[in-house]
């Protein structure tokens, strides 16, 4: 079956930071990538996605590029602020879709200042 | 106005009780699902359905029922609770089960003692 492997944390850095999160998956055919975000307390909100292979997704300074030689999709951002904390979650969706999203088991950064 | 709503915020009830969560979307989407995340922040997916046709993740005990009024409800109801059925419970919505990202609500956080 489908699976996505992520790195777990929590992984801790220094405002300004250099941000990569690393995720691979293992998926039939051709999925859609998403990367979902989770603030404290809150539901899960959509950060950016990659419908077809080398596909960029990007939004709030965050980017990650469909990678299917290497099955990865790895999130990047520049320079992040404590508002960046929150757990991270990879995830995909393949076939028909009626199995909904695939979610790897999410990174949980925390920005210092 | 919120996109999908899900009531109640918070649930704490005692073992052997039955309970329903209620699950609203107002975004014309044609698929809805509920999904379980565990105390480890692990999601997974329980249930989705589409036109009237439900798919049932295997690993799901048949206490676990969705009902659906009509294409914009979806909600949960649980038999016979048990202890290990504590989590927080997410319903999302997508407009087809194929590409499209998830709008997921806020969450319930059910607590069974």
């Known amino acids: 079956g489908d699976s996505v492997t992520q790195m777990e944390g929590p992984v801790t850095l220094s405002e300004e930071a250099f941000l990569t999160i690393n995720c691979t998956y293992t998926a039939t055919g051709y999925p859609s990538l998403f990367w979902y975000v989770q603030y404290p307390g809150e539901g899960l909100q959509l950060l950016l996605k990659?419908?077809?292979?080398?596909d960029k997704g990007s939004n709030k300074g965050f980017e990650a590029t469909y990678r299917k030689e290497t099955t990865s999709f790895h999130l990047e951002k520049g320079s992040v602020q404590v508002s960046d904390s929150a757990v991270y979650f990879c995830?995909?969706?393949?076939?028909?879709?009626?199995?909904?999203?695939?979610f790897g088991k999410g990174t949980h950064l925390i920005i210092q200042p | 106005d919120t996109a999908v709503s899900q009531t109640p915020k918070y649930l704490v009830t005692q073992m052997g009780n039955d309970k329903s969560i209620k699950c609203e979307q107002n975004?014309?989407?044609?698929?809805m699902y509920w999904y379980k995340q565990d105390s480890k922040k692990f999601l997974k997916i329980m249930f989705s359905y589409n036109n009237k046709e439900l798919i049932i993740n295997e690993t799901v005990p048949n206490r676990f029922s969705p009902k659906s009024p009509d294409k914009a409800h979806l909600n949960l109801h649980i038999n016979s609770l048990e202890l290990g059925d504590s989590a927080v419970y997410f319903c999302?919505?997508?407009?087809?089960?194929?590409?499209?990202?998830?709008?997921f609500g806020q969450g319930t956080r059910l607590t069974v003692v």
């Open positions: 995830a995909l969706i393949s076939g028909g879709g009626a199995d909904g999203l695939t």
């Open positions: 975004l014309g989407h044609d698929t």
């Open positions: 990659a419908t077809k292979a080398d």
């Open positions: 999302a919505s997508s407009q087809d089960a194929i590409n499209s990202e998830a709008f």
